[in-house]
């Protein structure tokens, strides 16, 4: 058994709600301290994060995690209890995990395709003794065309898996329509968004706004791209696994 480094993250609680309006209730910050110990664990046996720094990981992981979802804590976008999030491209767990701590009442999927990091991701979440996060080992592309899947989550949620119109092609299909996916980015060009304006339409979906900011420690540039599926994704996409990537729409 690996002994978790004894390193305690900030708390941040003006800067909390200064951007966001939002604070972590004692709960939610003991539950980040556990999760960045868990994490700090973990990341000896398997690369989950170079961001292993307190203020970093506080920053990138924790903040940006849950500054996408901004608009639902403040309630211009509603969310309602039982509600189906998916973070598609879990990786060790950003944004999905942060999410699920701030939303205790839905209930949010945690997709990777790599085995190693979803075995480990159930065993963060049993010790963090998650009841809203489920991770699942798949690929977004065999996700999106399975009946149970499709068309069945109300959010999705994807940070560093793909170019932006191969994330539209792995979100749009799973979404309700009226959902959203939300693509964090860095910096946005308009080459990319003319990119995803002509594959959201293939796919059903609109863009909706492109929200720009910076972080709050370091003033990173971030976008939050998000997209609004419309009306139902047609059948074939998404396409096999390894096309959205190869051939982006
Ligand atoms: N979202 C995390 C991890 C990014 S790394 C973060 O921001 O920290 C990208 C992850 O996406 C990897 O773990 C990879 O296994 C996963 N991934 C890439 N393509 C995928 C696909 N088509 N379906 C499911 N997972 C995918």
Known sequence: MNQTPDVKLPEQTAIWQDTLNWQPTEEQQALFQKLFELILEFNQQINLTRLIEPHDFWEKHLWDSIRGIAPL?????????????????????????????????????????????????????EQLNSKNASPWLGRAE????????????????????????????????????????????????????????????KLGGILESVDGFTTPLTQGIRHCVWIKKVKPTPKQYPRSVGVPAQKPL
């Open 73 to 125: 804590l403040s309630g211009k976008i509603p969310i309602n209890p039982g509600d189906k999030i998916i973070d598609i491209g879990t990786g060790g767990g950003f944004p999905g995990i942060p999410v699920a701590f701030a939303l205790p009442d839905s209930s949010v999927t945690l997709l990777d395709s790599t085995r190693k990091k979803i075995n480990i991701l159930t065993t963060i979440l």
């Open 142 to 201: 065999a996700f999106g065309q399975h009946p149970k899947q499709r068309e069945s989550y109300q959010l999705a949620l994807l940070r560093a898996v793909a170019p932006p119109s191969v994330c539209a092609e792995y979100s749009l299909p799973l979404l309700k329509i009226g959902g959203f996916g939300i693509l964090y980015r860095g910096h946005w060009t308009t080459e990319e968004e003319k990119q995803l304006q002509s594959a959201v339409k």
